[in-house]
């Protein structure tokens, strides 16, 4: 019976050590290296990059409106049919069929000079949600980040549960060996080492759920990181926090890039009701033309133009325009009215941060004191045992209390660790920049200083472009 349970906790044993990967074999890995493969690695971030700069070539295309617009078109015409007349002499119908082929081609010039300034309220508008999508990105790199401490938080609590499920599984086995041997002299009944070895199969089964849990966390380190932890080193320090809930729920309400968000779509939404209310303002332009028409049945052909200045405006459109301005304007109550419950939402959100990390640090305080107080009363117990004094039921539950306590401590540390990191995302600083890690700088307003003028692509400017969008393998 002994040697089977040795061999189930040798193997334990190896699958756990397997799963951890040799301590040995692998570099330390510190939380911000971790972050910092991240944020490397994100395709999250990646795909919202180009999420700017596709709200970035809305400025452009809004610039462009305002400029000229330089078409041709051209056309190749063959007429026929039949004329009929009626002779004289004879009073009969005679016909005649006729054809003529011609072609064209024209060069065709048209500016809007007015459209009740749609065009210029399209350019701010198009700006606001830039600098709307600027902030989500901002968000979608906090959102990789906190999920990046968690899964390295994880990783470690895996790892310790499984080391002191395997401790504890020493622990039981030793236990499991003197009961046997006080059974043998009589010391003790068969009842004792049946009580151990079932305390030792329990403990067993928790190991098998303590290695589940530890794959479990290297499959999402990797998902997140882009590849399986190392050995993981604990966090030194905690990341400065504001001194108080009030500090930090100000803080959040100006600074969050949620709020910055909304903000600026709201300013976009109460742009987009002057552009519907702009419809229903005439439009006036001025348009030139150019071309050749040349017949082929006779070989001649004209050439000429014409410059026309032009005008035009609604009537009636069937309630359409009034309906377009209703629209905008329950689109910018809307903007307004999630503002409002977003700014209580952040708040809600610092001060539940802020709750969870008081009870961590608790928690982890008088599970420390749990510990030290447990680790007394189980040396004491299984002295006492080897006196006579105690039962194996009293070593071994002594033993699970000191294993339970231990195990508390372990979560409470790392629930203190991601706790303050929550607190840090609720106020917008969890950001690569905020933690200073050493990652590529990116830019966001780079490309936006290449488009927001709309360059022709064969401009100097649109070359330059052409080669940034072939740096980023987009072309």
Same mark, same amino acid.
């Given at each position: 019976?002994?040697?089977?349970?040795?061999?189930?906790?040798?193997?334990?044993?190896?699958?756990?050590?397997? /799963?951890?990967?040799?301590?040995?074999?692998?570099?330390?890995?510190?939380?911000?290296?971790?972050?910092?493969?991240?944020?490397?690695?994100?395709?999250?971030?990646?795909?919202?990059?180009?999420?700017?700069?596709?709200?970035?070539?809305?400025?452009?295309?809004?610039?462009?409106?305002?400029?000229?617009?330089?078409?041709?078109?051209?056309?190749?015409?063959?007429?026929?049919?039949?004329?009929?007349?009626?002779? !004289?002499?004879?009073?009969?119908?005679?016909?005649?069929?006729?054809?003529?082929?011609?072609?064209?081609?024209?060069?065709?010039?048209?500016?809007?000079?007015?459209? &009740?300034?749609?065009?210029?309220?399209?350019?701010?508008? /198009?700006?606001?949600?830039?600098?709307?999508?600027?902030?989500?990105?901002?968000?979608?790199?906090?959102?990789?980040?906190?999920?990046?401490?968690?899964?390295?938080?994880?990783?470690?609590?895996?790892?310790?549960?499984?080391?002191?499920?395997?401790?504890?599984?020493?622990?039981?086995?030793?236990?499991?060996?003197?009961?046997?041997?006080?059974?043998?002299?009589?010391?003790?009944?068969?009842?004792?080492? +049946?009580?151990?070895?079932?305390?030792?199969?329990?403990?067993?089964?928790?190991?098998? +759920? !303590?290695?589940?849990?530890?794959?479990?966390?290297?499959?999402?380190?990797?998902?997140?990181?882009?590849?399986?932890?190392?050995?993981?080193?604990?966090?030194?320090?905690?990341?400065?926090?504001?001194?108080?809930?009030?500090?930090?729920?100000?803080?959040?309400?100006?600074?969050?890039?949620?709020?910055?968000?909304?903000?600026?779509?709201?300013?976009?939404?109460?742009? &987009?009701?002057?552009?519907?209310?702009?419809?229903?303002?005439?439009?006036?332009?001025?348009?030139?033309?150019?071309?050749?028409?040349?017949?082929?049945?006779?070989?001649?052909?004209?050439?000429?133009?014409?410059?026309?200045?032009?005008?035009?405006?609604?009537?009636?459109?069937?309630?359409?325009?009034?309906?377009?301005?209703?629209?905008?304007?329950?689109?910018?109550?809307?903007?307004?009215?999630?503002?409002?419950?977003?700014?209580?939402?952040?708040?809600?959100?610092?001060?539940?941060?802020?709750?969870?990390?008081?009870?961590?640090?608790?928690?982890?305080?008088?599970?420390?004191?749990?510990?030290?107080?447990?680790?007394?009363?189980?040396? &004491?117990?299984?002295?006492?045992?080897?006196?006579?004094?105690?039962?194996?039921?009293?070593?071994?539950?002594?033993?699970?209390?000191?294993?339970?306590?231990?195990?508390?401590?372990?979560?409470?540390?790392?629930?203190?660790?991601?706790? +303050?990191?929550?607190?840090?995302?609720?106020?917008?600083?969890?950001?690569?920049?905020?933690?200073?890690?050493?990652?590529?700088?990116?830019?966001?307003?780079?490309?936006?200083?290449?488009?927001?003028?709309?360059?022709?692509?064969?401009?100097?400017?649109?070359?330059?472009?052409?080669?940034?969008?072939?740096?980023?393998?987009?072309?």
């Amino acid at each position: 019976m002994l040697g089977s349970i040795r061999r189930n906790v040798t193997r334990g044993v190896a699958i756990a050590t397997l /799963a951890m990967g040799t301590a040995v074999s692998v570099q330390a890995e510190t939380l911000g290296q971790s972050l910092t493969s991240a944020y490397e690695h994100s395709g999250l971030i990646e795909q919202n990059r180009a999420v700017l700069r596709a709200a970035d070539e809305g400025v452009a295309q809004a610039v462009a409106a305002l400029r000229p617009v330089i078409s041709w078109s051209g056309n190749v015409r063959r007429q026929f049919g039949r004329t009929g007349t009626i002779s !004289a002499v004879t009073g009969q119908l005679v016909t005649r069929g006729s054809a003529t082929n011609d072609a064209s081609i024209n060069l065709i010039a048209r500016l809007v000079l007015f459209n &009740g300034g749609r065009n210029k309220l399209q350019i701010d508008a /198009a700006k606001e949600t830039v600098l709307a999508t600027r902030s989500d990105l901002v968000a979608i790199e906090q959102q990789v980040l906190l999920r990046a401490v968690f899964a390295f938080m994880e990783v470690r609590r895996a790892i310790e549960t499984v080391s002191l499920r395997q401790n504890n599984i020493r622990v039981i086995r030793q236990e499991v060996r003197a009961a046997r041997d006080r059974f043998e002299v009589g010391e003790v009944t068969r009842t004792d080492v +049946a009580l151990a070895e079932a305390r030792l199969s329990q403990a067993q089964s928790a190991l098998a +759920a !303590a290695e589940g849990a530890l794959v479990s966390a290297r499959e999402e380190y990797r998902a997140v990181v882009g590849r399986y932890p190392g050995g993981l080193v604990p966090p030194g320090t905690l990341p400065r926090l504001p001194a108080s809930v009030d500090a930090a729920k100000a803080q959040a309400v100006r600074m969050h890039p949620d709020m910055l968000a909304a903000r600026h779509r709201v300013a976009a939404a109460e742009l &987009g009701v002057l552009i519907a209310e702009g419809a229903k303002k005439p439009t006036v332009s001025l348009q030139g033309q150019y071309g050749v028409t040349e017949s082929f049945d006779d070989r001649t052909f004209s050439r000429g133009g014409s410059i026309s200045l032009n005008a035009e405006g609604p009537i009636y459109q069937g309630g359409g325009l009034a309906s377009a301005v209703r629209e905008a304007m329950a689109n910018r109550d809307q903007a307004r009215a999630g503002l409002h419950v977003l700014r209580f939402q952040l708040e809600q959100n610092v001060g539940d941060a802020y709750v969870q990390l008081r009870v961590a640090r608790a928690s982890r305080d008088s599970f420390r004191e749990q510990v030290r107080a447990a680790t007394v009363a189980f040396q &004491g117990v299984r002295e006492e045992a080897k006196l006579g004094a105690r039962t194996t039921l009293d070593v071994l539950d002594a033993e699970q209390e000191l294993l339970d306590a231990r195990a508390s401590l372990i979560s409470a540390q790392v629930d203190e660790t991601r706790a +303050a990191y929550q607190v840090l995302a609720t106020i917008g600083q969890l950001t690569a920049d905020k933690l200073q890690l050493r990652v590529p700088q990116y830019d966001p307003a780079a490309y936006y200083n290449l488009v927001k003028d709309a360059p022709a692509g064969l401009s100097k400017q649109g070359r330059e472009l052409d080669r940034v969008l072939r740096a980023l393998g987009k072309d």
